[in-house]
């Protein structure tokens, strides 16, 4: 018999957070802190989602993908989860960017940024300064039509330079396009510009083990290898309400709220079900456009051997000038390598390297399983080539290659169409009314803009927390009042 993953679990408790991204582990944290029965279901046998890693032999710790966020996520992990945990974010030392038309180095921070675009790209400072300026005003409420492309030929007319060092970091972080709206490219990027790049010391192991103790800590019950069927809706006084989960093994457990950290996509036509959402709402998600994807190639250095810094984020490309179609595409040149020195895992001589490619998940869905497989060994030989122009000789050094592609994504995630980025901009509205329109059901996770990457997602667990918090502190005190009348 099937070991049963959810023995011991309740058949009923305030919230059930279903998936364990940063999103789903922060509201759940945040919920748990305010004393109410939390219970966290992830189907994958590790928790952290898209900030999670994996083990190979040779002794080999890969953390999934690039992560690279701003300082605010110090901030966001000492309020909603430890000081310890927000003490080993530290910030990168060098970012790179070489390509046609540039070799340039930068910390990243507002100062070093605006040196690089006055002395290498002969800006004006004012004219920096009023760019900058300009993003941190824009607001989510603001009724911008200007595309990001707009936007920066607006400022920088004819300078496909300058809007390359500007716009390929942010394509990294959130999947944004110069056709996307400039709100998804302003309050990112204004994020990021103050104080540098950040990253998390110790790995991605390290911090979910972490997040997950204190989880307990709390009192939240959490529980890995549980895949979520359905959620539970019920009628009451002739409205529908979300009221528990159903697991696919068919255990029914109940709750005052659904907390879903899946894609917007997969909560409403996979989990809620969209005969239980009305018309006109079902119309307005099934138009929100699911996000880009991505590749990744993994070189583990063998232990004992050593490579030199080559920068810690080092994006790179063989296309003459940014392009958001090429930067996609099956066969793209552009690739960004995160580089993982000894000091990123205190206590470890090792090396890592992860390249990432942005990728487009309908390129990879229909290939056969030798096409699969061919493709993937493409990814790691050109990538190979690529890294070999900053280490010469590096391929001797490695003793672990392997890719993933947005099919892997999907596997692990469960991803509506294996994005890695969630939605475009227009998620985000969907994402928010989905309590309004199904009672009792919530959503946090990468959708549009709630600024992006691991500290978008903590914050937005967070904000629908509070949401939740607030919902059952009023439905409770409804119940006492209705008890004593």
């Not at 998936?19 to 189907?43: D, F, I, M, P």
């Not at 239980?276 to 250095?301: H, L, T, W």
């Not at 960004?336 to 490619?357: E, I």
């Not at 672990?400 to 099919?407: G, K, Q, V």
Request: charged content about 25%.
């Amino acid at each position: 018999m099937a070991y049963d993953w959810l023995k011991g679990v309740a058949d009923e408790y305030d919230v059930i957070v279903i998936g364990s991204g940063l999103g789903g582990l922060t509201g759940a944290n945040v919920l748990a802190k305010a004393g109410h029965r939390v219970l966290l279901l992830e189907h994958h046998y590790q928790f952290g989602g898209l900030a999670t890693w994996f083990t190979r032999k040779g002794g080999h710790i890969f953390d999934i993908s690039l992560h690279g966020f701003p300082v605010g996520m110090i901030k966001s992990c000492r309020k909603y989860w430890t000081k310890e945990i927000s003490d080993l974010i530290v910030p990168l030392k060098d970012i790179r960017f070489v390509n046609p038309q540039m070799d340039v180095w930068t910390t990243f921070t507002r100062e070093d940024y605006t040196r690089v675009l006055v002395e290498k790209f002969g800006l004006e400072r004012t004219h920096v300064e009023k760019f900058y300026d300009y993003l941190r005003a824009m607001n989510f409420y603001d009724n911008n039509p200007e595309t990001t492309g707009e936007m920066l030929e607006r400022f920088f007319p004819g300078r496909d330079d300058v809007k390359r060092l500007l716009m390929e970091p942010i394509a990294y972080a959130n999947g944004s396009t110069l056709d996307d709206p400039a709100i998804t490219y302003g309050i990112v990027f204004s994020n990021f510009m103050g104080s540098g790049v950040y990253t998390f010391r110790g790995g991605s192991d390290l911090l979910i083990e972490k997040m997950v103790s204190e989880l307990k800590r709390n009192g939240a019950e959490v529980r890995k290898k549980v895949l979520v069927d359905k959620i539970l809706v019920e009628e009451r006084n002739g409205q529908k309400v979300a009221c528990g989960i159903v697991a696919t093994s068919g255990r029914v457990i109940r709750a005052k709220a659904v907390l879903s950290n899946a894609n917007i996509k997969n909560t409403i036509f996979r989990l809620g079900g969209e005969e239980n959402f009305p018309a006109d709402f079902v119309a307005e998600a099934k138009a929100v456009r699911i996000n880009s994807s991505s590749c990744q190639v993994y070189f583990g250095i063998r232990k004992g051997e050593t490579i030199p810094h080559i920068g810690d984020l080092v994006f790179t490309s063989e296309n003459p000038k940014f392009s958001s179609t090429e930067l996609t595409d099956f066969n793209t040149t552009s690739r960004t390598f995160s580089v993982y020195y000894p000091d990123t895992r205190p206590g470890s001589d090792r090396y890592t390297v992860v390249v990432s490619l942005n990728g487009q998940y309908a390129d990879w869905k229909e290939l056969s399983e030798d096409g699969y497989e061919r493709e993937k060994q493409r990814l790691i030989d050109e990538s190979l080539v690529a890294l070999e122009k900053y280490i010469p000789g590096v391929r001797a050094k490695i003793d672990w290659m392997e890719a993933a592609t947005p099919r892997t994504i999907e596997r692990y995630t469960q991803h509506f169409s294996g994005t890695s980025f969630g939605t475009k901009f227009e998620g985000l509205k969907v994402s928010m009314e989905l309590s309004d329109k199904l009672p009792g059901l919530y959503h946090a996770g990468s959708v549009g803009i709630i600024m992006s990457g691991w500290l978008g997602t903590i914050n937005y667990g967070v904000i629908t927390a509070n949401k939740i918090d607030k919902a059952i502190f009023q439905m409770k005190q409804s119940a006492a009042v209705a008890a004593t009348t």
